[in-house]
Nanobody, 125 residues
Framework: VQLQAFGGGLVQAGDSLRLSCAAS????????VGWFRQAPGKEREFVAG???????LYAESVEGRFTISRDNARNTVYLQMSRLQPEDTAVYYC????????????????????WGQGTLVTVSS
């Protein structure tokens, strides 16, 4: 299984950016997908997750600014990021959950089985 995350870049504070995550998994639609990020010197943290049936969960730090969605026909999950702040600077990773048909997205990295290579988002002040 391959996951390819793309869409990162250098933006200014207050700007918007959309990340995409394309998966090669044939049964992609059955699995939850999450976005995580890792800033320099910090641990990887959960950002947002979407269940197989499109229930969503967000980290408190991005609630109201980020939106996760999925297009199962394209095997793709998106992360629309708005009102970006310098503290959002990180490498963003997408991951496919370990358990199919989970109706509640989960924030724990250990519950994700496949990981993409990451895409860098840099927000300047």
């Amino acid at each position: 299984v391959q996951l390819q995350a793309f869409g990162g870049g250098l933006v200014q504070a207050g700007d918007s950016l959309r990340l995409s995550c394309a998966a090669s998994l044939r049964t992609f639609s059955n699995y939850p997908v999450g976005w995580f990020r890792q800033a320099p010197g910090k641990e990887r943290e959960f950002v947002a997750g979407v269940s197989w049936d499109s229930n969503t969960l967000y980290a408190e730090s991005v609630e109201g600014r980020f939106t996760i969605s999925r297009d199962n026909a394209r095997n793709t999950v998106y992360l629309q990021m708005s009102r970006l702040q310098p503290e959002d600077t990180a490498v963003y990773y997408c991951a496919v959950g370990r358990d199919p048909f989970r109706t509640v997205p989960v924030p724990a990295p250990r519950l994700y089985k496949y990981w993409g290579q990451g895409t860098l988002v840099t927000v300047s002040s």
